[in-house]
């Protein structure tokens, strides 16, 4: 089964910091622009950070204390969050193009969520 594999989410302080990770499974990353969304209770889903062409956009709200990152060895890419508030409780979600191993084709997915809480 293909598929995005996100982890590191949890609860945590204000303050504090998260690295949350994505990588494909069944494949390998296609190679086309990737993002990480959140989506809040009752909110819609917003783009938090985003890649292309080797550069990397950010939302203004986390823009200083939240960098996408990507490690192209370990196929995985990274959302390093630092100086967490609790608005940025959330379910995050990776997006990305995959290479399906077993269908040589590209495929656009989403990651299953982690989720993310900040409170004291």
């Known amino acids: 089964q293909v598929q995005l594999v996100e982890s590191g989410g949890g609860l945590v302080q204000p303050g504090g910091s998260l690295r949350l990770s994505c990588a494909p499974s069944?494949?390998?990353?296609?190679?086309?622009?990737m993002g990480w969304y959140r989506q809040a209770p009752g909110k819609q889903r917003e783009l938090v950070a985003f890649l292309a062409d080797g550069n990397t956009n950010y939302a203004g709200s986390v823009k200083g204390r939240f960098t996408m990152s990507r490690d192209n060895a370990k196929n995985t890419v990274y959302l390093q969050m630092n100086s967490l508030k609790p608005e940025d409780t959330a379910v995050y979600y990776c997006?990305?193009?995959?290479?399906?191993?077993?269908?040589?084709?590209?495929?656009?997915?989403w990651g299953q969520g982690t989720q993310v809480t900040v409170s004291s």
């Open positions: 069944g494949g390998i990353f296609g190679g086309g622009p």
């Open positions: 997006n990305a193009d995959i290479f399906e191993s077993h269908s040589r084709r590209l495929q656009n997915y």
